[in-house]
């Protein structure tokens, strides 16, 4: 499989078509059994295909995903394609305009190839818990992809798209990441607009990027950062070149290690894994320094507070008025 900046020097270079990249992909997704979709989107994808051939053909630049198949969780609102938030109360829901993020991959080039599954309106952390079923994990369909992000995850990880974007309140971009062997990004908050995102905690709330390397990773996180005047919280701060430092080695670099993320439960699969990472990293000359990080006690606590008060108020405008539909008692 072909990063992303292979296949978009092979597209810019008519090597190969768009056209051809997301006929593949959309065959791929049609013939998934993954449930990593709710809405794929064969016929726009193809639409913005052609869009990018017929201009790389008449010698007009192009942006930097051009051609690149991108999926986006459904809980990003995407411009007159179903945006559901994995729940039934918003199934036939088309939004009038899309979320910064998606403005922001399509100004690039990435084309979109559908809207992926998850946890109804982001509230889960296994994936089995969308008003349209559970996704299914690549690795072995007898376990659970992680969450909210679930179908995002699957669909990076069973190369049914290129990339993904999905988001996370307390671990459902990294979580998922983690248990289906891709590359998963929380940035800081702030960072990238929630504008166009269904919010479930306002205060915690961040779309991230999945890819199935870092350099993939960081490429869509360099398309979709910066501040956006309609976003309040986004940050003014200039945004990096997050792509430059990654040819380097990280001999000399102090690297820390939280000695509580090695607490009482900790799993001893996952505890060898982290220290062969650990051993990894030193063999590369870089210094591992513990640290300690003592208000992660309170971490879990203060999540339970913020989180669920937040949920309330924002999750209050699904009441059958405003959005979604009604029920009476006899349903």
């Known amino acids: 499989m072909l990063g992303i900046q292979q296949l978009t020097e092979k597209i810019k270079a008519r090597e190969l078509s768009a056209v051809e990249v997301v006929e593949k992909f959309n065959k791929t997704i049609a013939a998934s059994k993954l449930n990593s979709f709710i809405t794929p989107t064969p016929q726009q994808a ?6 990018i051939d017929e201009a790389i053909t008449k010698g007009e630049k ?14 990003i609102v995407t411009k007159g394609i179903r945006s559901t938030g994995g729940s039934k109360i918003l199934d036939n829901y088309l939004p009038p305009y899309d979320a910064t993020v998606v403005e922001r991959l399509k100004q690039a080039g990435a084309i979109i190839v559908g809207k992926t599954n998850c946890d109804e309106f982001a509230m889960g952390s296994s994936g089995e818990n969308s008003g349209y079923g559970p996704s299914n994990n690549p690795w072995d369909k007898t376990k659970v992809t992680g969450g909210s992000s679930s179908g995002s995850t699957a ?3 069973a190369v049914e798209c290129v990339a993904a974007l999905g988001s996370e309140t307390g671990g459902s971009v990294r979580q998922p990441a983690s248990f289906c062997g891709v590359v998963g990004l929380k940035p800081t908050y702030g960072r990238v607009s929630r504008h166009g995102l269904m919010a479930m905690t306002s205060s915690l709330d961040q779309v991230g990027p999945l890819a199935r390397t870092v350099t993939d990773t960081a490429r869509i996180l360099q398309v979709i950062a910066g501040q956006d005047e309609r976003d309040a919280t986004s940050s003014r701060q200039s945004v990096p070149d ?10 000399g670099m102090r690297i820390g ?12 699969e996952v505890k060898e894994l982290v220290e062969k990472a650990i051993a990894k990293i030193k063999s590369l000359a870089a210094t591992i320094v513990e640290v300690s990080l003592p208000s992660l006690e309170y971490a879990l ?5 913020i989180c669920p008060s937040e949920v309330s108020a924002n999750l209050a405008r699904y009441d059958g008025i405003r959005y979604g539909w009604r029920a009476g008692v006899e349903s």
């Open 257 to 268: 290690v939280a000695a509580e993320f090695f607490a009482d439960g900790l799993q001893a």
């Open 301 to 305: 606590a203060a999540y339970y507070v």
């Open 242 to 251: 997050y792509l430059a430092n990654l040819p380097k080695d990280i001999k």
């Open 46 to 51: 193809l639409a913005q295909a052609r869009q």
């Open 155 to 157: 669909a990076v990880a």
């Open 62 to 75: 192009v942006g930097s995903l051009a051609g690149v198949p991108v999926a986006i969780k459904d809980v």
